[in-house]
């Protein structure tokens, strides 16, 4: 007997539905409450679908949320439903997948789907058989309907589909999808690409099999869709081609001339969805090494393309309802993006210019459109255009220019806004070639800074500050001067937007002028302070960062009473009214971090406070932590950025207070804290552990002595160049404890030194965590030549040459007075490689005299060790420079 509703039963189901699409929250939770308690009856689940494919006199939206919510229980709860009720929904979306109306048909195949995954493909091996016959169908709506749930079950099971646990069913499946399209109906055309294209990033086994007939079938069915009626088809036979561009292109290469003609129109769409899937192709193939080769014939028609795409469409200036003056509208929480932190890595300093970024991070270069974050054709085309211009550098320029000229003065303020953003997406490709052009543009750009359209200043900003690097490489008064007027004055423009972008580009410049700001420092804090009253939620988090930014820039200068008095008082204020659970302390934390290491002693009145705070959200986060791991069920895990972030501000004021904090370590349980943190399951909250120990080192280490038998097999461990912002930072701490330990370090060589030099060998290591390690075994080696001379040869080479590049300070001393000791002790460990330490040696400007005198001693004496013929000879392989240097310095 097949199951049939009772019709009270029915009654209280419809009822329920027709309650659930109330507006009022009551209703709504006594909707919840009551499908709570139906959901203890199995058979209340054979309701919901007897109401979607077989109640017809009910209205649509009624019968598709009785599947919605059956399809809501099935996520939840289908292992528990009997096998008699699972069939029967099985059995009725199999049967009712054609029905009449496009909204039911979807919502089945929404069902179908969620059944499938979970793990029900398997067990339901009818499913895949059946809609592949049914696409056979003469009726339409079986057909549509059937393509719909595969479509849906390719997105959502692509890898089981090329497994064999299924027995690979897309054997079946590609050949059939292929013969689809080119079916009448445009609906169905486009769900055959759209489920072919869901194996196509994945290398699915079967469509690789079949790559050469998919690609004929493919471009023949181009040029034969090229311009299919259809929108979606449109979409998807572009999106096919880009994801093929990632995964096969060798085999596009004999189509490209086409392919390429293809997407110059389809750039052009009438539809901006189908626009910026074609879009995306550019950006892919930007990032091909034939890209080049392919596209040089056709930028003479892609340029002019991907520039009128960068115009705002009439969409987004009516989403951008940019009010000219919006800065008292309190910003929503929508707004306002997660932060991220990044956490301290200790680099060194560098030949021209400070010290380098960790090459594992990644710069975030923000967009000028957050407020759309929506992906769209403006932004795709900015980026394709930003890619090309880094891949053809100055060749792109002959296409752009003549257009550039046209846009940027034109008297139609979208066009004129696009110009500006043209000119900043190429302004790192095409530095050199803009250069002569500079001295014109950047004033008419400063003088769009006071556009009366708050979307010219806001893009002018940005612009602007992708040009900053040439601006401050100018006599100051030229440019420098005039730009940082205007943008101080957009900081504390009516329009938030522009706020947002000026506070951006202003941190921008900080960077590139350190301390060619210094002059002007007096009249920059009294514009970041004013805008503190100024400024709603979502841009005082900008704020913080320009002002910590400042502080990282000037270092030292900004270390005067008038400049604290101005600065510190708003700070401490927010600092006062922020909970320690709110995660606007993070950005002020990083803000004050930097402020401390750059104000030195001048932060000591501030400084107590501060501290205790730190070691508090350190105790509160790992009290949480440790309650969460005990029992997950009753507490939430905590946020450990909380953590991360106040060791960093710890590590800012060590290295600001440097032996001033010693009475604040004393009075705290900061060691024991931190011996928990080092041993924390996050990565970044052992990277930033390491930091702190080394600041600590530094600053007060009579704190950490007692320590180091617990902490040295720690640091042992996090050796491990996986992590490598954590593998840096604990090598760094390493070496910064033996320069204090002396002797003492003597029975910890053993657990680190091959670690060391493991990475010191290591192809690939990023360039930062090199250097620290080399500066680590040279300080190593100081305190404990016995123990490490013997290993020289096995790391002699590659230290010199990541070494060769520091600019002269204090590590590098110490490391270079570790080598020569170690020389010293095992002079036959260098003699392979000697050319690469008389390179390192000449590489130091002015060695300290008694590091002049070591290394003079350990040149002469191979000298005379090897003979004045053999030196000739030897010294013949240097470079000319090089024997300048060690002719002049040293006389060899």
Not at 288 to 311: A, F, R
Not at 516 to 544: C, M, R, W
Not at 746 to 763: A, D, F, K, S, T
């Amino acid at each position: 007997m097949e199951w049939q509703p009772d019709e009270q039963g029915l009654q209280q189901v419809l009822q329920l539905l027709k309650d659930s699409q109330s507006p009022n929250t009551v209703t709504q939770r006594a909707v919840q409450q009551k499908l709570e308690q139906l959901n203890q009856f199995p058979d209340f689940n054979n309701y919901l679908i007897f109401v979607l494919t077989r109640l017809k006199s009910e209205d649509e939206p009624t019968r598709s949320l009785s599947g919605l919510i059956l399809k809501n229980n099935v996520k939840a709860h289908y292992q528990n439903f009997p096998p008699a009720v699972a069939d029967f929904i099985k059995q009725e979306c199999l049967n009712n997948i054609g029905d009449p109306s496009p909204l039911i048909r979807a919502t089945i195949g929404i069902l179908i789907t969620t059944i499938a995954s979970k793990g029900e493909l398997q067990t339901w091996p009818e499913l895949l058989p059946q809609l592949c016959n049914l696409l056979n169908s003469e009726d339409y709506n079986t057909c549509e309907g059937s393509f719909g749930a595969l479509q849906k079950i390719c997105e959502d099971s692509s890898e089981l589909l090329d497994s064999d646990a299924l027995n690979r069913p897309l054997n079946i499946m590609i050949p059939k999808f292929l013969q689809f399209f080119k079916h009448c109906s445009p609906k169905i055309r486009s769900h055959a690409i759209a489920c072919v294209n869901q194996f196509i990033i994945g290398r699915a086994q079967a469509l690789m099999d079949n790559i050469d007939t998919f690609i004929e079938v493919t471009t023949l069915f181009l040029f034969a869709l090229a311009a299919d009626e259809d929108s979606e088809v449109r979409k998807n036979v572009c999106r096919a081609l880009v994801m093929l561009l990632e995964v096969r292109i060798d085999r596009l290469i004999p189509h490209m001339h086409s392919i390429i003609q293809y997407m110059l129109q389809r750039t052009q769409d009438p539809d901006e969805n189908v626009a910026l899937e074609a879009c995306e192709f550019w950006l892919t193939l930007a990032e091909q090494p034939i890209c080049k080769e392919m596209l040089s014939g056709h930028l003479v028609q892609l340029i002019p393309i991907l520039v009128n795409g960068m115009k705002y469409s009439e969409i987004d200036i009516i989403l951008l309802k940019v009010k000219s003056e919006d800065e008292a509208v309190p910003d929503s929480d929508q707004d306002i993006k997660p932060r991220f932190h990044k956490s301290r890595t200790v680099t060194l300093q560098h030949e021209g210019g400070e010290g380098e970024e960790g090459e594992d991070i990644e710069e975030d270069d923000d967009d000028d459109d957050d407020t759309l974050s929506d992906w769209n054709l403006r932004k795709c085309s900015a980026a394709a255009l930003d890619v090309l211009a880094n891949v053809f550098r100055d060749e792109l320029l002959p296409h752009l220019l003549p257009l550039l000229k046209g846009l940027l003065f034109h008297p139609d303020w979208v066009i004129k806004e696009s110009g500006i953003l043209v000119l900043g997406a190429i302004a790192e490709g095409c530095m050199q070639g803009m250069v002569p052009y500079l001295p014109e543009l950047i004033p008419h750009l400063i003088q769009c800074l006071c556009d009366k359209k708050a979307l010219v200043r806001s893009i002018a900003c940005w612009t602007l500050s992708r040009y900053a690097h040439w601006v401050v490489s100018q006599p100051p008064d030229s440019y420098l001067k005039p730009l940082m007027t205007e943008l101080l004055k957009r900081i504390l423009d009516g329009n938030k937007r522009v706020q947002e972008a000026a506070c951006s580009a202003f941190a921008t410049l900080e960077e590139e002028a350190c301390t060619e700001l210094v002059p002007y420092l007096s009249f920059i804090l009294d514009t970041l302070v004013f805008a503190f009253g100024k400024y709603q939620h979502k841009n005082l988090l900008i704020l913080y960062d320009a002002i910590g930014t400042l502080a990282d820039s000037v270092g030292h200068h900004l270390n005067q009473p008038e400049y604290i008095q101005k600065l510190m008082p708003p700070l401490i204020a927010k600092w006062n009214e922020l909970k320690d659970e709110d995660k606007d302390l993070f950005p002020l934390l990083e803000c004050l971090s930097s402020v401390a290491t750059a104000l030195q002693s001048g932060f000591l009145p501030y400084c107590e406070p501060v501290y205790q705070r730190c070691v508090t959200l350190v105790q509160k986060t790992l009290a949480q932590a440790m309650m969460y791991n005990q029992h997950p069920d009753q507490y939430e895990a905590p946020d450990k950025d909380f953590m991360i972030v106040a060791l960093d501000l710890l590590s800012g004021l060590a290295e600001g207070l440097g032996g001033n904090v010693e009475q604040l370590v004393a009075r705290s349980n900061i060691m024991t804290l931190l011996f928990q943190c080092m041993q924390d399951t996050m990565p970044e909250v052992r990277q930033s552990s390491f930091a702190l120990l080394g600041d600590l080192t530094k600053a007060c280490f009579l704190h950490v002595k007692p320590c180091i038998a617990e902490f040295m097999p720690i640091l042992g461990l996090n050796l491990n160049p996986e992590f490598i912002s954590v593998c840096n930072n604990a090598t760094w701490a390493i070496g910064e404890i033996s320069m204090q330990m002396g002797a003492e370090m003597q029975p910890y060589v053993g657990m680190v030194l091959p670690h060391l030099v493991e990475i010191i060998n290591r192809p690939n290591t990023p360039k930062t965590l090199l250097e620290n390690t080399a500066i680590t075994i040279g300080r190593l080696g100081y305190v404990c030549p016995q123990e490490v001379a013997p290993q020289l040869q096995h790391f002699i080479r590659p230290w010199c040459t990541s070494l060769r590049n520091i600019r002269d300070n204090e590590e590098k001393d110490s490391a270079f007075r570790g080598i020569c000791v170690m020389i010293g002790v095992n002079p036959a460990g260098v003699v392979q490689d000697f050319i690469f330490f008389c390179d390192a040696v000449a590489s130091w400007v002015n060695p300290k005299d008694d590091l002049r005198e070591m290394f003079y001693k350990i040149l002469h004496g191979f000298k005379d060790q090897v003979g004045e013929e053999n030196w000739q000879q030897f010294s013949e392989q240097f470079p000319p420079l090089l024997k300048e240097r060690l002719s002049a310095c040293y006389g060899v």
